[in-house]
RNA sequence: GGCGCCAUAGCCAAGUGGUAAGGCAAGGGUCUGCAAAACCCUCAUUCCCCGGUUCGAAUCCGGGUGGCGCCUCCA
């Protein structure tokens, strides 16, 4: 397979640019995790799981990924919600952190390498700040210390706003402040009130302001100058904005060569979010519908687009992993116990892997390789089903070929990992439940249209099937046994 | 008010200068005692509208219309 070149939309340039890591053959990403003071919502998962495949491809492309996603576990919100809970700030967000935990490994996503959090980075965060105050880009005032947008020329580079647009805005951004040199100076410490979590610095206690962490995180981890920066699209402004700043200002050298922002779910025509109050949680999600059919869906669509969400395409994407399972379950029973040696193939497999790399590899486009998905599954099937060739060794040979790059894609896409069998019976099971079926019944009354069957007695099996039908199970005769489902509508 | 993104069949959705991927739904067929599943066939002379550039545009440019987003916490 000729390996094509990956390229990648850079928010920066507004424009596709070709991968080229700082060190050849190794990558150092960034990705802007949770704050953690509630559950996670789709569009959170969303972002996630598309960050979670672009880190799988470029590790099936070879590359040496180091995945750093951070807990943002000091924060404003956090400590207001404790306030509301009666919790302490930190072991809330430590709450959510492994509620964040239990989620994400139901979604199968990847462990990042590095999973910082603020309150353990703060010693380099008032470092940063000191050094930023060096440079004469930030100043203290009071017990806060204020980033001077005005004494950093490129601010604003990667929004695309100006100041002066800013400043007069039709926004509601809090202008207010004696305290600030200018409306638009972000805060990178912030004085200790009673009762929040505080630091010593050399400012009095404090904490963090809301962009700094980042700051500090990546260049602790990544260093000052890494490949890649992700997070949802709501972050270019301000916080990724204020990142750059914050790190280009105190090191004086590019943050990262690459922008990711990934684009939003909506739900009934409106981005999905906190403040608008229209969210459904990942874990609620998650007790309807399969993980991997929610992140089939996710998948449907390229990673920058908008995509919306609804219990219909849910399903259907559900409906889609149905027919990929049934399909590796038909191949895998079929493979087992029989050796193919090496010789020529039928069609050519490879075909599909080249389709899915080329679709990869420009920008992540997930809705194209998973057309080479589509094709490779139909080929499995053409090829189990109605084989275009009576050689069967010829035809075993190809479905072993077929079955491995089906094993590639599912690399790099964090699909159909799992035992097929396992996976269609967790998903009867969960429908059975949801259905409140008896599965005691259904399996006499399979026995009972059996035994009409092999007396020939048509009538009273189609009369059994029917009934089972009714109250929402399908049976299908199989070499194996007559098999049954739950019927999806 | 400033800035940006998007508009492709009944629905979802790729494609961004060379003559419309894929999926769902629908119709027909093969298979089956009947089914289910699977497979095969059919399903956009056309890409929101109007102009322009070009031998050639869904793709580039200009102007509309419609939807969404950022400018304030947000993935």
Partial sequence: MSAPEIRVFNTMQQAKVPLAPLTPGKVGIYVCGPTVYSFVHLGNARTFTSFDVI???LRARGFAVKYVRNYTDVDDKIIKAAAETGEEPIALAARFVREFEADATKLRLLQPDVSPKVSETIPEIIAL??????????YQSGGDVYFEVRKFPGYLKLSKKKLDDLLEGGGERELKGEEKRNPADFALW???RPGEPSWDSPWGKGRPGWHIECSAMSSKYLGETFDLHGGGLDL???HHENELAQSEGASGKTLCNCWMHGGFLDLEGAKMSKSLGNVVRLRDALEKVDAEGLRYFFLTTHYRQQLAFSDKALHDAEGRMEYFYETLKKVDERLD????????????PQRF???????MSDDFNFAGALSAVSGVFAELNLLMDKPPVKDKVLVGRTLVALREVVRQMS????LFERKPEDWLLARRDRQVKAKGLDVAKVEAAIAARNAARAAKNFPEADRLRAELKATGVEIMDTP???EWKVASE
């Fill in 190 to 192: 912030k004085a200790a």
């Fill in 480 to 482: 194996r046994g007559t």
């Fill in 236 to 238: 270019i402004f301000p």
């Fill in 55 to 57: 880190v799988r491809y």
């Fill in 353 to 359: 892997l080249n389709d899915f790399h080329a679709a």
């Fill in 337 to 348: 116990a029989k050796e193919f040696i090496a010789g020529p193939l039928h069609g050519e």
């Fill in 411 to 414: 690399k790099a896409l964090g």
């Fill in 129 to 138: 700040i000191v050094k930023l105050i060096a440079n004469g880009v930030a």
